[in-house]
């Protein structure tokens, strides 16, 4: 009858109507959890900025003594002299691309698979919700503050850690650089310190970059594998970082994307679902994998500890 049929019809636009409503609602969600994520990150950064200066002093110093011990020397202090200065000004441009590439890794598996944006993200955010306990234990400031700007006075630690730094050798590209990171970076009047040194966002980040574009296309790897060395160098060559930042940096990226490419696996796509709204599909089924996946690995840990 042609009114079953109206009434059938009704009923179905009724069900896909709150199928739509539901996805919509769970994209809204998925996407505030990411703003979310970020905004808390840039929240906790800020409230480390605010660390006490002795604090912030001892890590310093720390680290460096761990560079000393591990190297026998002060490999931050010199590497300029071991580097041409080709090769280190390719090092501070390899360095300053990382947003630019940030933006085109962002946008780059935003828009071309659903995939490769859900990993990219998802790594990401676990480097760095792994990081900020690392960057509050060692809340240490870069070298080139702490040593050749002398953040906190006169005082460098020892008599080797001054010599170092007065054979210091900056190219002018260097100085030029530094010239400006020096209005951004910390600010005793205000109490506030840049010390996200240890582990190395730059490092780390720009392998989850590299992860997020060879996503993308695999050729992207050609060009990213030495800038990702020449990146390296530069966080070196620049005087922001220690040498010992960089392995828990990239300890943590290669375990981000280890993660990600176990319990991230390519779902199978539901054509009825709209390509906005996939990525909550993903979701679903990767909070399930991931609830079901840790309390085995916690238990297994338990278990071996005994």
């Known amino acids: 009858m042609p009114w079953r049929a109206i009434e059938e019809g009704f009923r179905a636009s009724s069900q896909r109507l709150r199928a739509a409503l539901g996805y ?3 994209a809204i969600a998925l996407y505030g959890c990411i703003s979310v994520s970020n905004l808390i990150n840039v929240v906790a950064l800020t409230y480390l900025a605010h660390e006490d200066p002795e604090r912030v002093k001892k890590a310093s ?68 919700i792994v990081a900020l306990p690392l960057w509050y234990s060692f809340p240490a400031v870069s070298p080139d503050e702490i040593f050749r700007q ?10 080797e850690i001054h010599q170092a730094v007065t054979q210091l050798t900056i190219s002018p590209a260097l100085a030029d650089l530094l010239s400006r990171l020096s209005e951004v970076w910390s600010d005793p009047t205000m109490g506030m310190y840049a010390v996200s040194s240890f582990p190395s966002f730059h490092v780390g980040g720009y392998i989850l970059l590299a992860y ?16 990702c060395l020449l990146n390296t160098l530069g966080a070196l060559y620049t005087l922001q970082h220690y040498l010992v930042d960089f392995f828990p940096a990239i300890a943590l990226s290669v375990g981000s994307i280890a993660f990600v490419e176990r319990y991230c696996p390519v779902e199978p796509n539901n054509r009825l679902v709209a390509v906005l709204y996939y990525p909550i599909v993903c979701a679903q089924q990767d909070l399930r994998r991931w609830t079901k996946a840790l309390p085995r690995l916690v238990l297994n840990k338990g278990g071996k500890g005994r």
């Open 150 to 159: 002398r953040l906190f006075g006169d005082g460098l630690g020892s008599a």
């Open 61 to 128: 110093f720390f680290l460096m003594d761990i560079d000393r011990r591990l190297w026998g020397g002060f490999p931050v202090f010199q590497v300029q002299r071991w580097v041409p200065e080709w090769l280190g000004n390719a090092s501070i441009d390899a360095y300053l691309l990382f947003s630019s590439i940030g933006l085109v890794t962002f946008f780059g598996t935003m828009l071309s698979s659903v995939h490769a944006f859900r990993r990219f993200i998802c790594a990401m955010m676990l480097w760095n």
């Open 212 to 227: 997020g574009l060879f996503l993308v296309h695999r050729a992207t790897l050609l060009i990213m594998a030495p800038l």
């Open 24 to 26: 919509g609602i769970g």
